[in-house]
């Protein structure tokens, strides 16, 4: 099986694949071939959205974040952007970065979604764990504060 989504990197930023669409899934691109059940869980739970690929391996965030940018002050039908990557990845967690940067620049203007696929299923993060995620010595006081809470992941 080949890659079959666009890259957003590929699009232009007012493209007809993203004009009308209320939701845009920025989906790590590892995830399409890899893990096709969450694809299919995100087309479920999203009809009609938009989705586009990502892959942060071969891509600079910041070329992402201007493309995005780029994407949202041009296309006023996006309410939201959901940032769909593999748990643990440690490329992918910067679109989930990426995604609070951009909401810092433009405050109000998207709700975001961060969904990780782990063990068969997408789990939904709150924007304040991806906050927390880029503070180390803060995620290190907690898990001192709560020993043999930390998990794995898959």
């Known amino acids: 099986m080949a890659y079959r989504l666009p890259r957003l990197l590929d699009l232009n930023a007012a493209s007809r694949l993203l004009r009308g669409r209320r939701v845009l899934v920025l989906l790590g691109r ?33 070329q992402v974040g201007f493309k995005l940018a780029g994407v949202l002050a041009r296309v006023e039908s996006i309410e939201e952007v959901v940032v769909a990557t593999t748990d643990g990845s440690m490329h992918c967690v910067q679109l989930h970065y990426m995604a609070e940067e951009l909401e810092k620049i433009m405050p109000g203007r998207f709700r975001r979604t961060h969904l990780v696929a782990a063990r068969g299923r997408l789990v939904e993060v709150p924007p304040e764990a991806v906050r927390l995620s880029r503070h180390l010595a803060r995620v290190a006081k907690l898990l001192s504060e709560s020993p043999g809470e930390a998990d794995g992941g898959e």
């Open 30 to 62: 590892c995830l399409e071939l890899e893990k096709p059940w969450a694809l299919r869980l995100l087309e479920q739970r999203y009809p009609g959205a938009a989705v586009v690929t990502v892959c942060l391996e071969a891509e600079h965030v910041n």
